[in-house]
């Protein structure tokens, strides 16, 4: 009976060593593939980008407004939508999206523009856009920025509440931020990269973000790693844009993925 017990107890043991071998090697392969390892399950993903035309988004600039680009600010290029970040505005999908999850890759170019020149390179994901058309809508940012990325900024009377439970509300026509966790001293000067707890890769490689947004609770990570996290955004649905913001950048595989 205790030679029994005893076998019974060590196949027990190798079968929770076996769970938990197989569970840090799926965790392993997802951050080495620069995804958080703990997604919500989700859907078949929606392509937001096909790879080769901009079909699936309006384009918005400051000076021309909706759908009128003459100086190609927005281009395709090899399965890449290059934005060249010399005139303010984005691209925006047709479509509004509620409970998903959101993957892209970025990387950096290499000019500034404009009032941005020599100032750190930035860009963004905006989400929850409710509103019109203008520079910038009202919604929650999933910022782009050398040495801060994975800050949110609330826009145009957009409100979320950080971890630390304050409500933060962006001003009409204006916008605030959320810092990202741990983050260090910045310096707004091209290339900056955060000296405490930089997120991105270096210059010129491609970075992942990925934001999981379900019934206005709202995630953002950055390379694998948890950026951010808020609740209660308001609004907590609505379209999805990538900016032109002053900073040559690079965009890839977006993808939206519907959860439950």
Known sequence: MIMHLRKGKAEQQMRIAGVVCAAALLSSAAMAMGQAPDIPKHGHAVKLFDGKSLNGFDTFLAKEGLNSDPNHVFTVENGVVHVSGT????????????????????????????????QAR????????QGPDKVWPRSVEFQINEGCTGDFWMTDGAALTGKDGARVMGP???????????????KNVTGYRDPVNELEKPHGEWNVVEL?????????YVNG???????????????????????????????LYPIK
């Open 87 to 118: 005139e303010m505005g984005y691209i925006i999908t047709k479509q509004e999206y509620t409970n998903y999850y959101l993957r892209a890759e970025f990387k950096w170019g290499e000019g500034t523009f404009g009032s941005r020149q020599g």
């Open 122 to 129: 930035d860009s963004g994901i905006l989400y929850n856009i």
């Open 172 to 186: 009409a026509g204006n916008a605030v931020s959320i810092a990202r966790f741990d983050k260090g001293p910045f």
């Open 212 to 220: 999981v947004n379900r019934n206005g609770h709202v995630w953002q």
């Open 225 to 255: 790693k948890l950026a951010n996290e808020g609740t209660d955004a308001s609004p907590a649905s609505g379209k999805i844009l990538f900016q032109s913001e002053g900073a040559e950048i690079y965009f890839r595989n977006m993808k």
